[in-house]
T-cell receptor, first 113, second 114 residues
């Protein structure tokens, strides 16, 4: 599986936007970009995913570079509840089966008042 | 829906004992995943099933670990015999496996082997 590189940690002030970067220079044409997050003492939680185009949902936005070698997860207004470890994952689908996810070390986001 | 259900939530056992972790996926989901999380190794995929059939068990650490999915609503992960290095949080996740890319994770089972 292609690997991703993320900063170990980031800090943000509450109610400010947060841009979480992810590099995936060896991405292949069939790899989807997924973002999950893990709040303290909980299981991971799906945030967003995309293939080529930018994506928006109620939780976040995903900006994908034109060459797909990097992406950025955007939290438009960080809250204290967004403090978590954010994982950027590449995954390839095979036929109609579910995607296998390989988690890296992620980025620990701290949000302060 | 209640989400993915795992039991027990906490398990403390002695080295050498058999441990069985249980998972009930979300109704209608046909893919199920078992993960293990430790501070040293992070979150690792152990095995996953599609339509109750194991698809990839390459993450299962050794023969002491086994997983079954006898039907669409139940899966077990068994460790026999358990060792202190098996101490971790074990997560189960499920997804529809078709057009959905979203895996739904359970709350996890914290296993401590003394």
């Amino acid at each position: 599986d292609a690997k991703t590189t993320q900063p170990n940690s980031m800090e943000s002030n509450e109610e400010e936007p947060v841009h979480l970067p992810c590099n995936h220079s060896t991405i292949s044409g069939t790899d989807y970009i997924h973002w999950y997050r893990q709040l303290p003492s909980q299981g991971p939680e799906y945030v967003i995913h995309g293939l080529t185009s930018n994506v928006n949902n109620r939780m976040a936005s995903l900006a994908i570079a034109e060459d797909r070698k990097s992406s950025t997860l955007i939290l438009h207004r960080a809250t204290l509840r967004d403090a978590a470890v954010y994982y950027c994952i590449l995954s390839r689908r095979y036929g109609g089966t579910a995607s296998k996810l390989t988690f890296g070390t992620g980025t620990r986001l701290q949000v302060t008042l | 829906d209640a989400g993915v259900i795992q039991s027990p939530r906490h398990e403390v056992t002695e080295m050498g004992q058999e441990v069985t972790l249980r998972c009930k996926p979300i109704s209608g989901h046909n893919s199920l995943f078992w993960y293990r999380q430790t501070m040293m190794r992070g979150l690792e995929l152990l095995i996953y099933f599609n339509n109750n059939v194991p698809i990839d068990d390459s993450g299962m650490p050794e023969d002491r670990f086994s997983a079954k999915m006898p039907n669409a609503s139940f899966s077990t992960l068994k460790i026999q015999p358990s060792e202190p290095r098996d101490s971790a949080v074990y997560f189960c996740a499920s997804t529809t496996g078709q057009e959905s890319y979203e895996q739904y994770f359970g709350p996890g089972t914290r296993l401590t082997v003394t």
